[in-house]
């Protein structure tokens, strides 16, 4: 019985000096020195925190950061860097939009901590969404160039006025070409009397025409009658 609790106790050894830091039972813990009351997005934080393995012992990593996964399944890596104490680190978090996050601390070889999600509201007090983000940075932008827009403005009312003007002289052109190829208006014929009289003289001469044919006839027939 003595010889199989030895041989057990040499196994367990072995298993232990071959197994990875975590399966060999190595595990950490990792606590933040104080959190904001709230996150809202387009605002750095400086988060510090302490890693210490089993719990106790604070112990520094190769490696740490925070990670944030949005419900979109867009993923943020904010790097920890050491600061002061021993395991003591410093991440600046920044999120670039409101919504959901759920976040955890790598810890070098030992297993990520989960952290609780997180709720990162809008500068309002409101969550925002990615495309929040995108019309507010629109908007940011439209408002940093107003000096474009009022260059654009003034080209736009030169390129009008100087239309304008074209325009204008085109008109004027044309009005004094169509005036050169009116023909000149005929000499008004109401103001010659000679011409005017003409019609009235011509009437005359055909009434006095025929009269001296019907006297001429009449003057026939008496002369006929008497003989």
Not at 115 to 129: K, Q, R
């Amino acid at each position: 019985m003595r010889s199989l609790t030895i041989i057990v106790a040499v196994l367990a050894l072995s298993l232990g000096m071959f197994a990875s830091p975590v399966l060999a039972g190595g595990w950490a813990v990792t606590t933040f020195d104080n959190l904001p009351d709230q996150f809202v997005f387009g605002h750095e934080y400086s988060l510090g925190y302490t890693i210490r393995q089993h719990g106790v012992t604070p112990i520094n990593v190769d490696k740490t950061e925070i990670l944030a996964v949005a419900t979109t399944g867009r993923t943020l890596s904010f790097p920890g860097k050491s600061d002061g104490a021993v395991g003591h680190y410093v991440a600046t978090v920044y999120f670039p939009a409101g919504g959901t996050y759920s976040w955890q601390v790598t810890q070098g070889p030992f297993a990520p901590q989960d952290l609780a999600t997180i709720t990162v509201l809008g500068t309002a007090g409101t969550s925002t969404t990615d495309k929040d983000k995108v019309a507010a940075d629109k908007a940011a932008t439209d408002k940093g160039l107003p000096a474009d827009k009022a260059a654009a403005a003034d080209k736009a009312a030169a390129a009008d006025k100087a239309a304008a003007a074209d325009k204008a002289a085109a008109a004027e052109k044309a009005a004094v070409a169509g005036k050169a190829n009116t023909p000149a208006s005929a000499p008004n014929q109401s103001s010659d009397p000679l011409r005017t009289a003409l019609p009235f003289a011509a009437a005359a001469a055909a009434a006095l025409f025929l009269w001296r044919l019907v006297t001429m006839f009449r003057a026939a027939r008496r002369t006929r009658a008497t003989a």
